[in-house]
């Protein structure tokens, strides 16, 4: 895990006392609110529906059980006892008073925590594949990367104030657990012959216009990345368009220039930097990489045998992953129990993960886009007992990939931009699909759940989405079939009209009616199933005889 250095603690500190300035000349009335959005902007401050809500940075979704339990306080202490883990992996906190954010971002500064760029038209958090140099079928450990890109990208002025906000992903797995054909720029690592590089995604994204990143180049060396990166950006920044919010992102640019045309005026930019002041050199590269090192794991017992718990065996079936190192393995949270937000933890929840970390993951922790947690290192002789810890908690709930195991934006009960509730929505399929029986009958399942049309809680890659609606002052959700965010990216597609609220869960069911009558078998999930039949037969079935 990176630490920072004296100059990284003196750069976000010194960015804190600004802060707290700014946010006093608003409060004696020296700045206007147009005047404060961008300042409050920049550092993670955002105006919502009922209050402000903070943005932490959780760079590459990778925590510490210290900066947990900090989390934890000043959830209780400025806020209501809670925080969201979000699908860019950060945490947001929903209630802080403006006077005392100036506080929490120091608070943060002592556990080397921010919440610069996290918001705003910059280059926003590095994400990641949150089993970043835990898996077997990576080509490298993508978190180094993460950090040099974060590195360049903080504060970098030519990029502050781009046309529209910016995300990165990096994953380097032929796996994507990262989503990075739906960023602005996706890296994946690969191998060509003997020398690692990577292949690059432009132009993915979602919200209004979604879509799928297409490869702009299949090998960057290690070296050039910057360069190019900083080729992306510099096209971008002079070409993306200002005069509309909407046609503003970078997806936007590349659909109309199309990626050939983009492309060359990428390669011509790529020319002015190359061997130059941004080349990587392999001392820098190699110093990084050592923050990202393994902890020591030594194995104790070589063979395991646990009792005969079905709540315990679910468990190990749905949320407790191979680790590359024999031993081990890799334990997932589910942020998604019945009744409460997807993503949400309550303080005391923060404390136990974090203690639980400290006892048996080395103090590590990492946040998905799911909306998950993940202990990285548990020895397999104590998975019995890190179980029975989260379930005290309720933590223990094996749904990993499952129907309730739902993405959800705050929807109308946090966001003014919102057009209808998302969390009710979800809070009902946990409680109608809350049988792990029924469940696993169903197989694995993604469902995303937006309140409006930005695409918070991406319902575009879900592979049943829901778009929540405003028709005639009412509440309604529009349904999407066989969207991904995975290495075979697709973009759902519309099954028709949309639904009141008393008649969405019914169309789901119908759904997934349709889906057991023609999966091969068993192991076929919903997802093969549609790629197979494709979209006519759902309708049928939901929409005759409605």
Same mark, same amino acid.
């Given at each position: ?280 050199? $392999? ?12 902890? @020591? +794991? !030594? *194995? /104790?017992? %070589? ?126 399929? $946990? ?12 197989? @694995? +399942? !993604? *469902? /995303?759940? %937006? ?96």
């Amino acid at each position: 895990m990176y630490k920072y250095s004296d100059k990284d603690k003196r750069i976000v500190k010194k960015r804190v006392e600004q802060f707290r300035f700014q946010v006093e000349r608003r409060l004696n009335g020296d700045l206007t609110e147009d005047e404060f959005k961008p300042l409050r902007l920049m550092n993670g401050l955002y105006l919502q529906l009922h209050a402000y809500m903070l943005r932490v940075a959780i760079p590459y979704g990778e925590l510490s059980s210290k900066q947990m339990y900090k989390l934890a306080d000043i959830a209780d202490k400025y806020d209501k006892g809670y925080g969201h883990f979000t699908t860019r992996q950060n945490i947001q906190f929903n209630w802080p008073k403006l006077t005392d954010v100036p506080q929490i971002l120091l608070d943060l500064s002592e556990v080397e925590m921010h919440a610069i760029q996290t918001s705003g038209n910059c280059i926003r958090n590095i994400s990641s594949d949150h089993f970043a140099g835990i898996c077997d079928d990576e080509v490298e450990d993508p978190r180094p990367w993460c950090e040099i890109i974060r590195k360049w990208s903080t504060f970098h002025p030519e990029f502050s104030f781009l046309p529209r906000k910016f995300k990165i992903a990096v994953t380097g797995s032929s796996v994507d657990r990262a989503a990075i054909k739906f960023h602005d720029i996706g890296l994946k690592i690969v191998k060509q012959k003997n020398d690692i590089g990577f292949e690059v995604f432009v132009g993915g994204g979602q919200g209004r216009s979604p879509y799928v990143a297409k490869q702009i180049n299949n090998f960057v060396k290690q070296k050039d990345l910057l360069n190019y990166l900083e080729a992306i950006l510099s096209t971008y920044n002079e070409l993306g368009r200002r005069d509309n919010i909407y046609k503003a992102r970078i997806k936007i640019l590349v659909h109309e220039l199309g990626i050939d045309k983009f492309k060359e005026l990428v390669e011509f930019n790529f020319l002015k930097f190359k061997d130059k002041r941004l080349d990587l050199g $392999s001392k820098f590269i190699n110093q990084t990489k050592e923050f990202f090192n393994l902890p @020591n +794991l !030594k *194995i /104790k017992q %070589s063979s395991v045998s646990f009792p005969g718990d079905i709540d315990f065996n679910n468990w190990l079936m749905r949320n407790v992953v191979k680790h590359k190192i024999k031993g081990y393995s890799i334990v997932l949270i589910s942020l998604k129990q019945n009744g409460k937000p997807p993503g949400d933890a309550t303080s005391d929840q923060m404390r136990k993960i974090a203690a639980i970390s400290q006892e048996f993951s080395f103090s590590e922790i990492r946040v998905t886009h799911e909306q998950n947690l993940v202990l990285p290192h548990i020895e397999n002789s104590k998975l019995l007992e890190v179980w029975e810890q989260l379930k005290k908690s309720g933590l223990a709930t094996p749904n990993l990939g499952f129907i309730s195991d739902t993405i959800c934006c705050p929807g109308m009960d946090y966001c003014a931009l919102a057009t209808a509730r998302s969390i009710p929505i979800s809070n009902k399929i $946990s409680e109608k699909y809350k049988n792990f029986n029924k469940q696993n009958d169903i197989g @694995n +399942l !993604k *469902i /995303k759940i %937006s309140g409006c049309i930005n695409a918070c809680g991406h319902h575009h890659v879900g592979n049943i989405g829901i778009l929540g609606l405003e028709r005639n002052g009412r509440e309604s959700y529009q349904l999407t079939l066989g969207g991904s965010a995975d290495e075979n990216a697709s973009i759902g597609e519309i099954l028709g009209p949309s639904f009141q609220e008393d008649k969405l869960m019914q169309a789901i069911e119908k759904i997934l009616i349709v889906y057991k009558e023609n999966r091969k078998n068993e192991n076929e999930d919903f997802l093969k199933v549609y790629r197979r039949i494709g979209i006519s037969p759902f309708k049928e079935g939901v929409y005759d005889n409605t």
